[in-house]
């Protein structure tokens, strides 16, 4: 016959026994569970424009959008009004000449982009009208002198308005992130004897 004391000590053992098996099924529940994986933070994407085949990608900045893209022929020029090496004046949007500064035969004025040129980028805003007879050629862009000498590895020369070398054209590629709101058509560039800068 079992005594009050032999059952208490049976409601010990059983308790105990209870005790450990919940702390078992509650350690292997935590060994089940996956820790948490930190998240890897995600860099800056680049958007890359994909041209036809043939021609490279061309990455641009990723908060930037691509709205048109090609390729045409690049020419330089540098318009300060010093009536220097074929000079018209002060450049069309009315801001002074500077780096940067390209001139389109028919894009809006204001318009911003990209150029690229052997792996080289350049940024752009349109302030000015150019090439003129040159764009019924295919010339459908006007590069700032200084850019122009950065891209293809020659010296701008201030006194004279030229580069070093006689390098006066190169093929280039272009991207449009944002059109202008200055007189001009949007889309792929026309020749200026369209007479697309006065729309």
């Known amino acids: 016959m079992k005594t009050l004391f032999d059952l208490r000590g049976n409601r010990r053992l059983t308790a105990a026994a209870t005790l450990v098996g919940a702390a078992a099924v509650?350690?292997?529940?935590?060994?089940?569970?996956?820790?948490?994986?930190?998240?890897p933070v995600k860099e800056a994407a680049k958007v890359t424009a994909a041209l036809p085949a043939g021609q490279p990608s061309l990455a641009i900045p990723a908060h930037?959008?691509?709205?048109?893209?090609?390729?045409?022929?690049?020419?330089?020029?540098?318009?300060?009004?010093?009536g220097r090496q074929g000079d018209t004046g002060l450049p069309a949007i009315g801001k002074p000449m500077q780096q940067g500064l390209f001139a389109s035969p028919s894009w809006p004025l204001g318009t911003e982009g990209y150029i690229f040129y052997k792996g080289k980028m350049a940024k752009f805003f349109i302030g000015d009208r150019g090439p003129g007879?040159?764009?019924?050629?295919?010339?459908?862009?006007?590069?700032?002198?200084?850019?122009?000498?950065?891209?293809?590895?020659?010296?701008?020369?201030?006194?004279?308005?030229?580069?070093?070398?006689?390098?006066?054209?190169?093929?280039?590629?272009?991207?449009?992130?944002?059109?202008?709101?200055?007189?001009?058509?949007?889309?792929?560039?026309?020749p200026f004897s369209s007479g697309a800068w006065r729309s």
Not at 26 to 39: M, N, R
Not at 64 to 81: A, K, N
């Open 26 to 39: 509650t350690a292997s529940l935590v060994a089940a569970v996956p820790a948490p994986v930190e998240q």
């Open 64 to 82: 930037e959008e691509v709205l048109l893209q090609g390729s045409t022929t690049g020419s330089y020029f540098w318009d300060d009004s010093s």
């Open 133 to 190: 007879v040159p764009s019924d050629s295919g010339v459908m862009l006007d590069i700032d002198g200084k850019t122009f000498a950065e891209l293809t590895g020659t010296a701008w020369n201030e006194d004279t308005l030229t580069i070093s070398g006689d390098q006066g054209h190169i093929p280039i590629q272009y991207v449009v992130t944002k059109w202008g709101d200055g007189p001009g058509l949007r889309g792929e560039p026309m």
